[in-house]
């Protein structure tokens, strides 16, 4: 029988319709894999144990196969090694099978102790991909948050994605704040959103906190950015240079007028001269006159054009004055 070997495929996954879908899979897969021979019309059982000897390689494509990357369910790991022993033997063996961590749940305290075992499960430089919604946090939120927080600094350094959605400021500051100077050196995709976005008509209190995002030190191989309703101070300094994909979205940016756009553009394009794709939005459905925070930008006249190289592709959802000013302050040849 082949063998996981601990492999290092790293894979997420998404299966809503398991047991239909593995066995169509099969089917297909099987009826041309050489030395195995599945019949179209046999039996449950005849199907069951068949599966239950394909080889590993065969096992991985079919879980491929069924991966949906945009909801990633986390069912996917514990009913495939449900399946037999010897689905079970492989899901075991695969690491990337147990390094999504999503704490979406209400009460998150089942999930962590799930996730325990989860992370026992992978190999040590297998990267995470990591969600923190906002349903934890309705009531003991801070209780929550140190929970979750403990369980995942540890693996600070394996961390290859980390989103997280709108929270409560002092949730928010308390995992940025706990996340502190520490390297998270496989970090390529950051994402971050405000409070807020889905809560339409409510006013939001004041705060004075700024998130301390010293991303050229604690991430330095960011590929990634999106930042949604969140103060875009120290946004040019903050981050590396390796920066790839930005995408801001800020209510205010539709009443700062043109010029102030237009400076925040130059700014990030003279700051990041990898980046390949933009966005600047200030379509967020939230009560706008909760987020009244300065931009960051110059008051001096912008330049009058700036030129970036490797920029491929720029979106911008503003106020058409505002657009048309960007786009005729810029020179970008490789634009797609």
């Not at 179209?40 to 494509?61: K, V, Y």
């Not at 959103?193 to 004041?206: A, N, Q």
């Amino acid at each position: 029988m082949a063998t996981p070997e601990n492999s290092s495929i790293c894979l997420n996954f998404d299966v809503e319709q398991c047991s239909s879908s593995v066995t169509e899979c099969a089917k297909t897969l099987l009826d041309t894999a050489p030395g195995v021979s599945l019949e179209a019309a046999g039996s449950p059982q005849h199907i069951h144990r068949t599966l239950s000897n394909i080889p590993h390689d065969i096992f991985i494509i079919i879980v491929f196969l069924l991966w949906n990357r945009e909801t990633q369910d986390q069912h996917l790991p514990t009913t495939v090694s449900h399946v037999c022993r010897t689905w079970r033997y492989y899901a075991l063996g695969t690491p990337s099978f147990w390094s999504t961590l999503q704490f979406t749940q209400f009460d998150p305290n089942r999930t962590i102790q799930k996730y325990k075992i989860w992370l026992t499960r992978t190999l040590p430089d297998c990267p995470l991909d990591i969600t923190i919604g906002r349903w934890p946090f309705q009531a003991a939120s801070v209780k929550h948050a140190k929970a979750i927080m403990r369980l995942i600094m540890p693996h600070v350094g394996r961390w290859r994605s980390l989103q997280v959605d709108p929270v409560p400021v002092k949730i928010l500051r308390f995992i940025f704040d706990r996340w502190g100077s520490a390297e998270a050196p496989m970090l390529e995709v950051l994402k971050v959103f405000g409070k807020g976005i889905w809560s339409t008509g409510v006013e939001l209190r004041p705060s004075k906190w700024r998130m301390k995002l010293l991303i050229k030190t604690r991430a330095p191989g960011l590929r990634e950015l999106d930042f949604r309703a969140l103060p875009l101070s120290h946004l040019a300094e903050g981050f590396n240079t390796r920066l790839q994909v930005l995408r801001l979205t800020h209510p205010d940016l539709r009443f700062a007028g043109a010029e102030a756009n237009v400076n925040l553009v130059h700014l990030i394009l003279k700051s990041h001269r990898n980046l390949l794709a933009l966005s600047i939005s200030s379509d967020i459905y939230v009560y706008a006159s909760a987020f009244r925070t300065r931009i960051p930008v110059t008051r001096e006249q912008p330049l009058s054009r700036v030129s970036h190289s490797t920029l491929t592709e720029i979106t911008i959802h503003l106020p058409s004055a505002y657009q048309t000013r960007i786009l005729e302050s810029l020179d970008l040849p490789n634009l797609r």
